[in-house]
């Protein structure tokens, strides 16, 4: 008995410690004692790394910080000087003719003829033959009325004569009435002295009252011939009036040019039929031109100002043409008569001198600028030296910024004339940014201010060009046909010279679309 225990006691003891010391046991021991491991060496680096955060932030409070520098802008100063500018208005308007005609058919009819310049741009002279349509019809009834008209001058001619008989009868008939009084008188007479008869004064007042009768019969004649010469009158003249008219129609079926001037919209062809009215052709007099443009109520308002309350002044005119450009100087003649339905401001009408605007054509789009009067003690910048506000950016002491309050009197291009308290002899910041402003210290570059003040044009670029470059812009200009002949040959001689300037080459190119 104490065998088997001792035996089953041994057995217990094996199996506890074939447990405990096998392998896979062993295995998850030691991979737990490695996590444990690396977790704690991970946890000694965070609370090293906690360590010397806190010491550089310790170190850095500890360390004195120096002042930052200013920072120093460079900027283009230009000094306002007092000029006397010449501001100008500039708009766009259309050039038109003050003399044009609609040619129009009087009569219908066949057109058998048409002058040789009857055509579009065709020029014709004062009184010159235009036109003729088929006068066989006008003819005949012209040599009608001519008939009628010898017939109702016979007429009147007869009823004339007519009228010189009946008062010869009717002076006949009155003296033979006479004779009758007179007859009977001397019965009655004769019937006094007791000589006479009753039957015998019967007789004389019965031929009396018969002499009577006749004489009112020949009055009646008489009014009747009266009557048909009125009538052969009125005749006469309605047939003069025919033949007036038919002399007219006649003549209708040949239109002449009323002035000398420029054909346009030509629609006729000879064969071909028209009606009455209709329009053939409209007739342009080239050298009665005047521009319409428009201006706003401002500058209007600032226009008559300056005139005594009368729009008057001088304009320029100006029509690009690749670069010959051709400027036209004109007078303002007149002011529209109402605004417009849908329109604004005021619609200007100026007279173009013929012999400088031969160049241009009615409805030419051109661009005018119409002289102000001049302002005296203004200043001229760049308009980008100029804020929203109408305050510019002035150098101070220490070349530290200050702003100025300023008038902008007027914009013209790129450049502002503008007036302020002391800003004549001040130097101005000539483009503002949005890093600038008042008491900004900054580093002044100085340029001259004559480029603002000058009206001259600056040299023109120049360029030269490969003959290929050169062949293509030449058969472009030469194939355009809005380029009036005269300004075509002096841009075409332009662009065979050495060097072309830049900016008719330009111009161009940017119609050819290159």
């Known amino acids: 008995m104490l065998d088997l225990l001792a035996v089953n006691a041994r057995l217990s003891v094996a199996r506890t410690l074939a447990e405990k010391f096998s392998p896979m046991k062993f295995m998850q021991r030691s991979l737990m004692g490695l ?41 283009n100063v230009i000094t306002a000087k007092s ?16 003399r044009t005609l609609d040619l129009r058919a009087p009569v219908a009819g066949t057109i058998v003829e048409l002058s040789p310049n009857f055509v579009d741009g065709g020029r014709v002279a004062k009184a010159e033959l235009l036109m003729r349509l088929d006068p066989a019809d006008a003819q005949s009834a012209l040599d009608l009325s001519k008939s009628e008209l010898n ?64 004489v009112l019969g020949k009055r009646q004649a008489q009014a009747t011939a009266k009557a048909r010469l009125s009538r052969a009158k009125t005749a006469l003249a309605r047939r003069e009036i025919r033949l007036a008219e038919a002399e007219r129609r006649l003549a209708n079926t040949k239109i ?29 007099d080239p ?88 302002m005296t003690n203004v200043a001229i910048l760049p308009a980008v030296a100029v804020d929203a506000a109408g305050k510019v950016l002035a150098l101070g002491k220490n070349d530290r910024l200050e702003e100025l309050q300023v008038q902008v009197l007027r914009k013209q291009g790129d450049t502002v004339i503008l007036r ?12 503002r940014s949005p890093f600038l402003g008042a008491g900004i210290r900054v580093k002044p570059v100085r340029a001259s201010s004559s480029s603002l003040s000058k009206t001259s044009l600056q040299g023109v670029e120049l360029i030269e060009l490969t003959p290929e470059r050169r062949a293509r812009l030449v058969a472009f200009v030469e194939r355009n046909n809005n380029i009036p002949d005269d300004r075509k040959q002096v841009l075409i001689a332009r662009l065979k010279e050495a060097k072309v300037p830049a900016n008719i080459v330009k111009r161009i190119e940017k119609r050819m679309g290159s």
């Open 83 to 98: 000029l006397t500018a010449n501001p100008k208005i500039k708009t766009y308007g259309e050039v038109l003719s003050r």
């Open 287 to 374: 050298t009665a031109l005047e521009v319409s443009f428009r201006l706003s109520n401002s500058a209007f308002s600032r226009l008559i100002a300056a005139n005594g309350g009368q729009a008057k002044g001088l304009v320029t005119v100006r029509l690009d043409a690749f670069g010959a450009d051709i400027v036209v100087k004109g007078r303002i003649e007149r002011v529209g008569a109402e605004v417009g339905q849908g329109q604004t401001g005021r619609l200007i009408f100026a007279r173009l001198p013929s012999n400088d605007a031969q160049g241009l054509r009615p409805g030419d789009f051109v661009t005018v600028e119409v002289a102000e009067p001049p």
């Open 420 to 431: 302020g308290d002391g800003l004549l002899g001040r130097e101005i910041v000539q483009t």
């Open 35 to 75: 996590f444990l491991l690396s977790l704690t060496v991970g946890l000694l680096a965070l609370a090293a790394g906690s360590i010397r955060n806190a010491l550089q932030e310790r170190w850095a409070k500890a360390t004195t910080s120096r002042p930052a520098r200013e920072r120093v802008f460079s900027v």
């Open 256 to 284: 002449y040019a009323e002035f000398q001037g420029v054909l346009s919209n030509v629609t006729a062809v000879t064969g071909g039929l028209v009606s009455p009215n209709e329009k053939i052709a409209r007739l342009i």
């Open 151 to 214: 017939e109702a001058k016979a007429e009147q001619n007869q009823a004339a004569t007519a009228l010189v008989l009946a008062g010869d009868e009717l002076r006949a008939a009155r003296s033979q009435t006479a004779l009758r009084k007179m007859a009977l008188d001397r019965q009655n007479n004769l019937i006094a002295r007791g000589v006479g008869t009753e039957a015998a004064a019967e007789t004389a007042a019965l031929a009396q009252a018969s002499a009577d009768q006749i």
